[in-house]
């Protein structure tokens, strides 16, 4: 079965740009890698999918390398805002049965 | 438009017990998901739906079952409560498998 690691924690700066990556082996071949933003007491909420390369939305980007073993959410110019615990997401399919995969999530913590 | 809606908001159950969690997802989203998610933990997964159809099933014994009806909504079920079962329950509607998943505000069970 697939298997994620993620950092557990970072810091920042407001204005800053973050990168965190996900390191995920043996995913789907077919499936995308998806990033997912939680805070205390909601549910998480996507931020951006990819399957390969680079992916740019309005609020991340995502690298994805050709062997798809890892992927990294890159936050532009954070915020105070984005201080939140942050999942990648991956699929894998083990004896003909479809899991999905979250990692351990990196707690972000951005200062002022 | 409405979100993906669960109920109960919270349960109190007993170890033994029986307990039946309900999701309704986002309408004309025919894919719902199940996770659990232990304070301080990422979510796991339960089960996914498509169709109406099992379309993957996470680590979780037998006593964890699920199914989605012809509306697409879905319901959890868990019998013989253990107190480890205690956590956040998450139901997830998406268009289709694999693409952006929306999650509702999850059901909270207490096993006492």
């Known amino acids: 079965l697939a298997k994620t690691t993620q950092p557990i924690s970072m810091d920042s700066y407001e204005g800053q740009e973050v990168n965190i990556t996900c390191s995920h082996n043996?995913?789907?071949?077919?499936?995308?890698i998806t990033w997912y933003q939680q805070f205390p007491s909601q549910g998480p909420r996507f931020i951006i999918q990819g399957y390969k390369t680079k992916v740019t939305n309005e609020v991340a980007s995502l690298f994805i390398p050709a062997d798809r073993k890892s992927s990294t959410l890159s936050l532009p110019r954070v915020s105070l805002s984005d201080t939140a615990v942050y999942y990648c997401l991956v699929g894998d399919h083990e004896d003909s049965n479809y899991q999905l995969i979250w990692g351990a999530g990196t707690k972000l913590i951005i200062k002022p | 438009d409405a979100g993906v809606t669960q109920s109960p908001t919270h349960l109190i159950k007993t170890r033994g017990q029986h307990v039946t969690l309900r999701c309704s997802p986002i309408s004309g989203h025919k894919s719902v998901s199940w996770y659990q998610q232990v304070l301080g933990q990422g979510p796991q997964f339960i089960f996914q739906?498509?169709?109406?159809?099992?379309?993957g099933r996470g680590n979780f014994p037998d006593r964890f079952s699920a199914r989605q009806f012809p509306n697409y909504s879905s319901e959890l079920n868990v019998n013989a409560l253990l107190l480890g079962d205690s956590a956040l329950y998450l139901c997830a509607s998406s268009l289709v498998w694999g693409l952006e998943q929306f999650f509702g505000p999850g059901t909270r069970l207490t096993v006492l």
């Open positions: 739906y498509y169709e109406k159809e099992e379309r």
């Open positions: 043996n995913i789907a071949t077919n499936d995308y």
